[in-house]
């Protein structure tokens, strides 16, 4: 089984700073296979990232996804009010396919 | 605009099975795609429990693959979770979605199930 392990747990930022988020795999993923979700309270994930890199529909672009091999990055260059949620990354080409990180919660400072 | 909503019992005791279904609109199941069912226990992350591809073939997870049953209803434009000998372990919000492979781009709202006496 591939682990998805996500830092820091915690984030707290404020409005306007840049939010970097880390997944690490313990085995290599395909940059094909690796997407990010944003959660907000009491909603279901919405996707944000697909294939590493890729933006999903309606994504505002200070959303950016990077990375390769067993590391990836989400970066929110400019936090909105909005941007502050979980984030869980997911592999979805791996075995048991749809593992997820564990979350990280970016909160406001 | 494809939506999904998830129905079923709120309560289920220990032992016991699990049943909940997913209603889509907006899309019909038969035409392709994977549907599968994601979990939340309170204040914890995303567990996958497993995926139904239209044609009817099932992917589990390993860790609940002996409990889940996922069926689909293409009449009725459903599909439903079974999860058998429920302990509270498997109180959790369940979602339904709708995949591409495991990539989950539509999901239903949720729906809180706990298991207790």
Redesign the interface.
């Known amino acids: 089984?591939n682990v998805l392990t996500q830092s820091p747990g915690t984030l707290s930022l404020s409005p306007g700073e840049r939010a970097t988020l880390s997944c690490r795999a313990r085995q290599s993923v395909s940059s094909t296979?690796l997407?990010w979700?944003q959660q907000k309270p009491g909603?279901?994930?919405?996707?944000l990232i697909?294939g590493a890199s890729s933006r999903?529909t309606g994504i505002p672009d200070r959303f950016s996804g990077s990375g390769s091999g067993t590391d990836f990055t989400l970066a929110i260059s400019r936090l909105e009010p909005e941007d502050f949620a979980v984030y869980?990354c997911?592999q979805?080409?791996g075995s048991?396919?749809?593992?997820?990180?564990?979350?990280t919660k970016l909160e406001i400072k | 605009q494809v939506q999904l909503q998830e129905s079923g019992p709120g309560l289920v005791k220990p032992s016991e099975t699990l049943s909940l279904t997913c209603s889509v609109s907006g899309y019909s199941i038969s035409s392709g795609y994977y549907w599968g069912w994601i979990r939340q226990p309170p204040g914890k992350g995303l567990e996958w429990i497993g995926s139904i591809y239209h044609t009817g073939s099932t992917y589990y997870n390993p860790s609940l693959k002996s409990r889940v049953t996922i069926s689909v209803d293409t009449s009725k434009n459903q599909f439903s979770l079974r999860l058998t000998s429920v302990t509270a372990a498997d109180t959790a919000v369940y979602f339904c979605a709708k995949s591409g492979l495991w990539l989950f781009d539509y999901w239903g709202q949720g729906t809180l199930v706990t298991v207790s006496s």
């Open positions: 089984e296979y997407a979700y909603q279901a994930p919405r996707l697909y999903a869980y997911q979805y080409g048991p396919p749809g593992t997820f990180g564990q979350g």
